[in-house]
């Protein structure tokens, strides 16, 4: 009976670490397999700024900024409905819900839609369904460009966000406080 017990976990110990072992090995594999992606897409575009001529200036400008948007994506980000397949088959009425909650907060901040959230909650409620969305940039990453017209309205969430009025004078926009 006792050698019974010592095969027997003996065993089940073999199968565990066998276990163990294979999903460090997984996990090295994909972290190895992320690495020489992004190794061959840094390659090329080494080898697309040389073919194309492209000055050592800008190209180099360009190489720190892909740089600073691989280190910032490989950091946490906050997740988006659109990361989130489960919620693509929603019905409407319980997406309509969802986006009310989740932008209402943002919303409220301007008074413009304060205000409309105390007058007519249901107009508030089409405006988080059919005219919001979450938006992840990188840094860097422009928002919109100076002359160019404005057609949205954005509000950050999360971050920092720097607003330059030509090429004179920036303007800082740090995370709404709640």
């Known amino acids: 009976l006792e050698r019974a017990f010592t095969i027997f976990t003996m065993f089940t110990a073999l199968v565990f670490l066998s276990s163990f072992v ?3 090995t997984a996990e090295v594999s994909a972290f190895r397999k992320k690495r020489r992606t992004h190794k061959v897409n840094d390659e090329m575009l080494v080898k697309f700024l040389s073919e194309s001529n492209v000055s050592l200036d800008l190209g180099g400008r360009i190489q720190d900024v892909v740089l600073a948007q691989h280190v910032q994506h490989s950091s946490v980000r906050r997740i988006h409905e659109p990361d989130v397949v489960l919620l693509n088959n929603l019905p409407v009425s319980l997406k309509e819900e969802l986006h009310f909650e989740v932008y209402v907060p943002t919303l409220s901040c301007h008074p413009f839609f304060l205000n409309i959230g105390v007058l007519e909650i249901l107009a508030l409620t089409r405006i988080c369904h059919n005219a ?6 990188h840094a860097t990453q422009d928002l919109f460009s100076y002359g160019k017209d404005g057609n949205h309205m954005y509000f950050v969430v999360g971050g ?6 030509g090429k004179r004078t920036a303007t800082e926009l740090s995370k709404m406080k709640e």
């Open 22 to 24: 294979s999903s460090i």
């Open 132 to 137: 919001m969305k979450q938006q992840y940039l």
């Open 160 to 165: 920092e966000a720097v607003y330059y009025h």
